[in-house]
């Protein structure tokens, strides 16, 4: 309890000084009125000394302050008072209005303009002297227009404060979506990164373990060829990556993303990597003729599925056909591409996984579906087929789909 009625420093500097000022009037003499009941010059210091320890819990305890300090400006009348008692009466009257409840800001001008009304009205009437109206004037200044300024004030720190949470709600709110967008960001660098170079590494992890573990120069010279193209090749595919990365650079404005156009190059390419794997890979292009260029998303989701499913092939396929199927009906672009699903001989390269799940996440932007799994060959050698199958929905989602 100490703590909470402990004063504010502001609180006790208008305390000393409230109290210093009115001893100050009490020696020279200047009184506020005459002819008092308590007409002792002594008395006049009993209710300035009550009001100015009230003035020590105008913050703390601003409800008992304002009681105690009502008393203390009614005793004043009956002694020769002091104008430094009444100023403190207003100080208190107004922390009351600011530091008090809700509900005792509210009620606290109420009731001070009643009083003054009445006042005004009343004190004429009784006392019969229409000079009276000066009372029920006074009692305004005294009482409701602290209360009112403290209304003031208090709307307007509670403005100040609401506009305070706002702002930094909105910069939570701004943190927490720039957030969001740097992780998408990384999202999609990631998965660019990945398509555009796993293919190549791909192919010069098998054939350099092709070049090391078979003793003939004719085969060292060929592994050595193909990896050789693949690095040159995926070096360009990074300085691509950078160029979109980069902004204001001095090189020229990055490569247009790849489309189902080049998908013949790239299909061509998996085969020269993979020949030595035993893959075969082959393109069948069943969309109409003349179909055009399909929306830009769509198409660069196409090929780095194609992508990354050639080179699972490259890292896990059996020997056997590889085929790249496109398909365009109802508004659907369906891609396709099947592997002989089994061990082969010969050297592998490891895989992480990251490229399913690149897959996926590419297909659920577009509010299109995805399967890979093994299934059986349509043929009667038994064999069993790696299947990826994605339809992507051509016609552009509005907002909220």
Sequence with gaps: MSAVLRPHRHDAALAASGLLGGLLLWRLGLPTQGGRPFGAPWAAL???TVMASMELLRRSAPRTALAVGTLALVLDQF?????????MFTDIMY???????????RRIPVVSLL????????LPAWLGRPEALL???????????????????????????AARLAARQTARLAEMDRTQAVVAERARMARELHDMVANHLSAVAIHSTAALSIDDPETS??????????SVEGLAEMRRLIGLLRKGGEEDAPAAAPTLASLDALVAQTEVNGASSGLVCTLEDTRPAGAGALPT?????????VQESLTNALKHAAPGPVTVRLALADEVLTVEVTSVFGSRPGPTAPGSGAGLVGMRERVALLGGTISARAEPGDGKDGTTIWRVRAELPVAERTAGE
Excluded: C, D, Q, W
């Excluded at 010279?221 to 693949?230: D, M, T």
């Excluded at 998303?297 to 599925?305: D, F, G, H, M, T």
């Design 95 to 105: 922390a009351s209005v600011l530091y008090g409840p809700p509900a005792s800001a």
């Design 297 to 305: 998303p769509v198409e660069l989701a196409a090929y780095r599925i």
């Design 46 to 48: 009993i209710p300035l």
């Design 221 to 230: 010279r060929r592994a050595l060829k193909v990896i050789r193209e693949n």
């Design 135 to 161: 009372i029920g004037v006074v009692i305004g200044l005294v009482s409701f227009v602290p209360a009112l300024t403290g209304v003031s004030v208090r709307n307007h720190r509670t403005a100040a404060e």
């Design 115 to 122: 009083i003054t009304v009445a006042a005004m009205i009343g």
């Design 79 to 87: 002694t020769r008072g002091s104008l430094a008692t009444v100023l």
